[in-house]
């Protein structure tokens, strides 16, 4: 009995916790702690985080506790400690918020906990197969928020009065319950318009269903009926851009596809964000489902609503897609969808829980050891990317295609939502309302904002209304500075571009590019050499265009194109007419696959370099074409046109020629990058763009570059492409002293001393 007061006597102490801890059930979990360790004291939100105020004994490891057994939503990013003098007080108790509680973040849409999913199957439970139970490890959160301090009022569960024994759950700090604010039960909460067994009855008869889920609509059909899918196709004018596919558990999912699961794949597709999985595929599915695709987007129920639909039928896979018509934003609103929607989906399920801010689905692809996000939204968003250092708020705005976001707050990083292409008003008004709420979240006004340099975008005409000083960071740049801001890289450093369209600083359309990276300034010392796109951007969508002009400018026979309408047309405009070039590594893959004949013409976005992708991947791997035959490498610039001169052989088959791309591509992308490395000193590689989407190419390549002892980071918190140009333009107009030097830096640029020798301007 004697040796208890050695622990220490009693010590009162105020912890400041910061980091994600509002509406992830941190203030319970203190109270439980608290009451068991016999401490008194008091715990409340306020504008920073989490405020307590204990005092008894054990106080370190209270604290410890505090950190280490935080709720699973929860991320404790510090813990301030202040010493207190002791009082009286007796017990310990949950204070009501501080008013000005803004200063702290929400989490993202979180998919059903366990334990909800228990009470979903519990035929005793208040819960039994209602589509909307959370608590507060789970559930909504995101997309039903206003704004903060996240308590009911500020969501639109606001509209939903609890019910005696929702309300008694929701005062018991012993319930997991307690302070859910996106807590319902079937007595006070949402109802869904149709039962679930209606639903699934529709879809197994072939219906089109349009379902609002978490963050907007979805399109729904049987993904083994090919007839739906077909129709879902030509309802949608989707000529064949990949549908992803939800299925009820991990192993449908590997069922799916054609080789084992990566341990990584299988994390994603059961982590808490429930992203769409891109998985090597089987083919077992409706063949509309992915035409001419090795990959398909696969995503496992990622709310309650989601998982009844699987729960008598563990075999269904469902075609879910994001319902947004013409390419406008996600539909997220019953009315619109019985309007817009209209002939489209046979029947439109409905509940009256409003979506307060739209965000699609998610999608990543494992790759060289890691993810990228191909789309980051539901899930992911609002967490903070750490820029490592306090800056001034900063709002970026993104270029054209896949735009997000980007708002800063402190060493925070807040990058918004999937936006979409910004070529029609509405998808402009989208990325109006997600500043304004990001803004409302975060609780910050920025002092500028961030655009392109391309002057006629309308992200960056937005961006010269907003009345604050306006900051054009080049479209490469950015990728580049999107990979340092995440992985806190400090310059100097070299920037690697592998990229599609991008404004350059000439004007001129760049997109393989490398960048001497100095502290906020940088400089062009290499790119890949130019093709030809006869026709602008019809070029683009129309790979066949940019195939034929190489077949001629290498005086090849370019007969294989001769049937084609535009083709003799287009011959004469070459003859005549001056062409526009571009070093964008997207237009390289577009005319390898109008050559290979696999891809003439594009439906989608992307689509040449994903059905080569394909391609290759039925092939083993094959020896690259070594320099010179391959490619030329001459002061920084890198010439593919060797490559390209071997693909256009007409004895090669396609899917060989596709290897060959890969494997020559990353053969010389290593060389051309080593040597720029060398040239100038550099050791650490920032590597961003669309093209690192590709992992065929990019495993490759980084194998390579880590094998000559480069430092090379990619993207993985963030899109690699356009989808993190926002973080990369906030990143830099806070860092950037001179904010584009091209083609030579200035007097005041780090890099005005850099060695000549290093210069290639061609
Ligand atoms: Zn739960
Ligand atoms: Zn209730």
Redesign the pocket.
């Known amino acids: 009995m004697i040796t208890v007061v050695v622990d220490e006597t009693a010590r009162r102490v105020r912890l400041r916790v910061r980091g994600t801890v509002q509406g992830v059930g941190f203030r319970p979990f203190v109270h439980q702690l608290a009451a068991a360790m016999q401490l008194d004291g008091f715990v409340r939100n306020d504008a920073d985080g989490v405020l307590v105020e204990v005092q008894g004994r054990r106080l370190d490891a209270f604290i410890d506790a505090l950190r280490r057994q935080a709720p699973p939503l929860a991320r404790v990013d510090a813990v301030e400690l202040e010493e207190l003098a002791s009082r009286p007080d007796a017990g310990f108790v949950i204070l009501p918020s501080d008013p000005g509680a803004t200063r702290t973040r929400i989490p993202p849409d979180v998919v059903t906990c366990d334990a909800c999913l228990a009470d979903l199957n519990d035929a005793q439970s208040?819960f039994y197969r209602y589509p909307f139970v959370s608590c507060t490890h789970c559930g909504p959160r995101y997309t039903i928020t206003r704004r903060l301090p996240y308590d009911r009022e500020h969501t639109s569960m606001a509209a939903f009065a609890?019910?005696?024994?929702?309300?008694a759950d929701y005062a018991n700090p012993a319930s997991r319950r307690y302070h859910a604010e996106s807590?319902?039960?079937?007595?006070?909460?949402p109802r869904l318009s149709h039962s679930i067994d209606a639903i699934v009855a529709l879809l197994r008869a072939g219906a089109i269903v349009a379902l609002k889920g978490l963050g907007g609509f979805q399109l729904l059909c049987d993904a083994r009926d090919d007839a739906a899918v077909r129709r879902l196709r030509q309802r949608k004018s989707r000529a064949s851009k990949p549908f992803a596919v939800m299925v009820g558990s991990a192993a449908a999912a590997a069922a799916l596809a054609s080789r084992e699961l990566e341990a990584i794949e299988r994390e994603w597709l059961e982590s808490r964000a429930r992203p769409i999985v891109l998985l090597p595929y089987a083919g077992a599915l409706a063949p509309a489902v992915a035409p001419g695709l090795a990959h398909l987007g696969v995503m496992l129920p990622c709310s309650a609503l989601h998982h009844l639909l699987f729960a008598d039928d563990g075999t269904l896979a469902l075609v879910a897609t994001s319902a947004n018509p013409g390419g406008e934003p996600l539909v997220i609103d019953g009315a619109d969808a019985r309007r817009r929607l209209h002939g489209i989906a046979d029947v439109v399920v409905d509940h009256a829980r409003e979506i307060v801010v739209r965000a699609d689905d998610s999608v990543v692809r494992a790759h060289a050891g890691g993810a990228v996000f191909l789309r980051r939204a539901r899930g992911y968003v609002p967490e903070a990317i750490d820029l490592g250092a306090d800056g001034p708020a900063v709002l970026a705005v993104g270029a054209h295609q896949k735009v997000t976001v980007t708002l800063t707050r402190g060493r925070e990083a807040f990058v918004s939502q999937h936006l979409g292409t910004l070529d029609n008003a509405a998808t402009l008004d989208f990325l109006e309302h997600s500043v304004r709420h990001l803004v409302a979240l975060a609780g910050v006004r920025p002092e500028r904002v961030a655009c392109d340099l391309h002057p006629d975008l309308a992200s960056t005409r937005w961006a010269e209304r907003q009345g604050l000083e306006v900051v054009p960071v080049q479209h490469h740049v950015a990728h580049v500075a999107a990979v340092m801001a995440e992985h806190g890289l400090r310059a100097p450093l070299l920037g690697v571009a592998l990229d599609g369209y991008g404004f350059g600083a000439d004007g001129s359309a760049w997109g393989g590019e490398l960048l001497a990276i100095g502290a906020g300034c940088w400089r062009r010392v290499g790119h890949l050499a130019g093709l030809p796109l006869p026709g602008g951007d019809r070029a683009a969508r129309q790979p066949w265009r940019i195939a034929l002009a190489v077949l001629q400018q290498l005086g090849l026979d370019d007969s294989r194109f001769a049937d084609l309408d535009a083709a003799s047309t287009l011959r004469r405009m070459l003859v005549r007419m001056c062409v526009p070039q571009s070093s964008a590594l997207g237009r390289v893959f577009d005319a390898a696959a109008a050559l290979l004949g696999i891809c003439t013409v594009q439906d989608y976005d992307g689509q040449a370099a994903m059905q080569l992708e394909a391609a290759a991947s039925s092939v083993p791997p094959c020896v690259p074409l070594p320099h010179g035959a391959g490619f030329t490498l001459a002061g920084g610039v890198l010439s593919l046109w060797p490559l390209l001169g071997a693909l256009a052989d007409p004895r090669l088959a396609p899917r060989d020629g596709a290897a060959l791309l890969h494997a020559t591509l990353a053969c010389a992308l290593d060389a051309w990058i080593a040597a720029a490395a060398a040239a100038h000193g550099l050791r650490v590689v920032a590597l961003g763009g669309g093209c690192v989407a590709n992992r065929r190419l990019v495993d490759d390549l980084l194998a390579r570059l880590r094998a000559r002892g480069l430092d090379v980071r990619v993207a993985r918190r963030v899109p690699c492409g356009d989808g993190g140009l926002s973080l990369g333009q906030a990143h830099w107009a806070r860092e950037a002293a001179c904010a584009w030097q091209y083609p030579h830096a200035s007097s005041s640029c780090c890099l005005a001393t850099a060695p000549e020798s290093a210069s290639t301007a061609s």
Not at 183 to 189: E, F, W
């Open positions: 208040r609890l019910c005696p024994e929702c309300r807590l319902a039960c079937p007595r006070c909460g």
